[in-house]
């Protein structure tokens, strides 16, 4: 059987909200949601929180996540790559364990929205599109369309073009009539692991496929004020079964 292990990497030294992942989120610590939400999913073989913080791992430990390493400090920077992070998980396994992984779902702890139908779902669609990426997206909403956002016309010019270089007299006026386009909303990512391990290591490989969700569960916590927002659709959430 292929193994299909997820990861959630959860560094410390947050700057905008300090000790994010760990931070009481609707009773429990934020990284708390994203484990027991990947615990629930029985395609999963394990659940491992990559982290170069003992007070992370512990509280991971806690609600029953693997912490098989500590992350070195180059590769839990601000600017450190996510290929990296992922090429020298799969190593420390293999080298440690004799343990092969053919599949990562990249849970990020900041997105507490998040299902476990979720992973499922983009676990599934992988499968079957056989592709080497799996990246969730919602939908764009209707003011943030590249058909409604307008350039600043040049001094003189009298006329408005769209950011893709059309004249406002050739744009749909109406909601329903524009094209649909998708954001990443950085809910499961699912990838192959060759992607990471070739001579161009990258996170989405030579083929993807969108699994598209509902915007409802988009949260991507780096602000206080996202953090009081995602905490308010939460308690929606629990509180509506039908969402």
Same mark, same amino acid.
């Given at each position: 059987?292929?193994?299909i ?8 030294? @947050? ?13 429990? %610590? ?10 629930k ?22 609600? +029953? ?5 500590m992350q ?6 601000? +600017? @450190? ?27 990020? %702890? ?5 299902? +476990? ?14 592709c080497?990426?799996?990246? @969730?997206? *919602? ?16 001094t ?5 073009? &769209?950011?893709?270089?059309? &004249?406002?007299?050739?744009? %749909? ?5 524009? %094209?649909?386009?998708?954001?990443? !909303? &950085? ?12 001579? +161009?290591? !990258? ?10 969700? *509902? ?23 629990? *509180?509506?079964?039908?969402?």
């Amino acid at each position: 059987m292929k193994k299909i292990i997820a990861i959630i990497p959860a560094r410390g030294g @947050s700057k905008g909200i300090p000790e994010k992942n760990i931070k009481n989120f609707c009773g429990k %610590p934020l990284i708390a949601w994203a484990i027991e939400t990947a615990l629930k999913n029985k395609r999963l073989d394990r659940v491992i929180v990559i982290t170069d913080d003992k007070k992370i791992a512990r509280i991971a430990r806690k609600y +029953s996540a693997e912490t098989p390493f500590m992350q070195p400090k180059e590769l839990a920077q601000p +600017s @450190s790559r996510m290929e990296q992070v992922f090429a020298y998980t799969l190593r420390w396994l293999k080298e440690n364990e004799n343990y092969d992984v053919d599949t990562i779902v990249w849970l990020q %702890p900041t997105s507490p929205l998040r299902q +476990s139908h979720h992973i499922d779902e983009a676990i599934e669609l992988f499968l079957n599109k056989k592709c080497d990426a799996v990246i @969730s997206a *919602s939908e764009l909403p209707a003011d943030h369309n590249p058909y409604w956002i307008y350039k600043e016309p040049k001094t003189g010019d009298k006329t408005l073009f &769209n950011v893709m270089g059309q &004249n406002i007299q050739n744009i %749909p006026a109406r909601r329903q009539l524009l %094209p649909k386009y998708y954001f990443m !909303n &950085n809910i499961v990512f699912v990838m192959r692991t060759k992607n990471f391990l070739g001579k +161009s290591p !990258n996170l989405f490989g030579k083929n993807q496929a969108i699994y598209k969700m *509902s915007d409802f569960y988009d949260a991507d916590i780096n602000t206080p004020n996202e953090w009081l927002m995602t905490e308010i659709k939460f308690k929606m959430l629990k *509180s509506d079964k039908n969402l």
